[in-house]
């Protein structure tokens, strides 16, 4: 089993649409989760982190399933902007951060 | 503040040519990373720093080598290019604190081609 899995995609949506995202990982020691957003070309940059109980910023929510090994990215009233690529990322087992290798999210208007 | 800074932005070598890139962060990070980025591998940890005078390797070490200079400068070396070296290099660094894995701020990325 892959550190960590995300569905490629790509997920092809319109605006205004609600679209999701899942990502699994392997190592359940596994302490910090976060979503990354990169544009095309672009660095990744931090979305926002996953807690425990989940949280929401804005029109983005994030889920952590601790028992399934499992995080989700809710996207509500999709818009163009949001078209980019969304890394999946947990610590790994004593090293730096491990990525996924990404759900790419296309809106059209 | 500029974040982190890389460079340079684009770089063509030959097979077998050397060079460094330039990664430096102004935030007082005290952990700094290299990663590389293929399509469809995904970003891939080279090496990693986790304070300033230790290093250590990641995923694919292999064909690189790094220094970490000060605090603020993590330099990542190759040695002899080979074309399976072509690639996006992105440097990152975070502020670790204990056992938790704080956000890491990525510079710009350097396009290499290695022919």
């Known amino acids: 089993r892959k550190e960590v899995e995300q569905d490629p995609g790509p997920f092809n949506v319109p605006e205004g649409a609600t679209v999701a995202f899942n990502c699994t990982y392997s190592?359940?020691?596994?302490?910090?989760f976060f979503w990354y957003r990169q544009d095309c070309r672009k660095e990744p940059k931090l979305l926002m982190s996953?807690?425990?109980s989940g949280n929401e910023d804005g029109r983005f929510t994030a889920q952590l399933n601790r028992a399934s090994q499992y995080i989700s990215l809710l996207i509500r009233d999709s818009k163009l902007s949001d078209s980019a690529t969304y890394l999946c990322?947990?610590?790994?087992?004593?090293?730096?951060?491990?990525f996924g290798k990404g759900t790419t999210l296309s809106v059209s208007s | 503040n500029a974040g982190v800074t890389q460079t340079p932005k684009f770089q063509v070598l030959k097979t077998g040519q050397s060079m460094t890139l330039q990664c430096a962060q102004d935030?007082?990070?005290?952990?700094m990373y290299w990663y590389r980025q293929d399509p469809g591998m995904g970003l891939r940890l080279i090496y990693y720093?986790?304070?300033?005078?230790?290093?250590d390797k990641g995923e694919v070490p292999n064909g690189y080598n790094v220094s970490r200079l000060n605090k603020r400068e993590f330099s990542l070396r190759l040695e002899s290019a080979a074309p399976s070296q072509t690639s996006v290099y992105f440097c990152?660094?975070?502020?670790?604190?204990?056992?938790?894995?704080?956000?890491?701020?990525f510079g710009p990325g350097t396009r290499l081609t290695v022919l």
């Open positions: 990152a660094s975070s502020h670790r604190t204990g056992r938790s894995y704080n956000e890491q701020f």
């Open positions: 190592n359940s020691a596994s302490q910090s």
């Open positions: 996953v807690y425990s």
């Open positions: 990322v947990v610590n790994g087992a004593g090293t730096a951060l491990i």
């Open positions: 935030m007082n990070h005290n952990s």
């Open positions: 720093s986790a304070s300033e005078g230790t290093t």
